[in-house]
């Protein structure tokens, strides 16, 4: 079955940085697009950020363009998020998201808190 297993949360001061990752596993990894979505407490899930298949091709928030930074890596099933330049209002629990026909796969989610 699809699985997406997130890493690299913590607690950092703001204008810190930390490298998220995302493995996945139960699917061609390389044929499907990737997505980043955040889940601040009391808040709805927001978008992130997507890349494309082959990583040529990204888009991002407007509240996280030019801080933070897509990526992946097909030879390792492993979706990456560079995020510089944090502020208090990126803390949130991050998501890595996969679509297929009909269904959205989630990984659990991984915490990161920003301190002012």
């Known amino acids: 079955q699809v699985q997406l297993v997130e890493s690299g949360g913590g607690l950092v001061q703001a204008g810190g940085s930390l490298r998220l990752s995302c493995v996945v596993s139960g699917l061609t990894f390389r044929t499907y697009p990737m997505h980043w979505w955040r889940q601040a407490p009391g808040q709805e899930r927001e978008f992130v950020a997507t890349?494309?298949?082959?990583?040529?091709?990204?888009i991002y928030a407007d509240s996280v363009k030019g801080r933070f930074t897509v990526a992946r890596d097909n030879s390792k099933n492993t979706l990456y998020l560079q995020m510089n330049e944090l502020k208090p209002e990126d803390t949130a629990v991050y998501y890595c998201?996969?679509?297929?026909?009909?269904?959205?796969?989630w990984g659990q989610g991984t915490q990161v808190t920003v301190s002012s």
């Open positions: 890349i494309g298949r082959t990583g040529t091709e990204t």
């Open positions: 998201k996969v679509h297929q026909i009909g269904s959205d796969f």
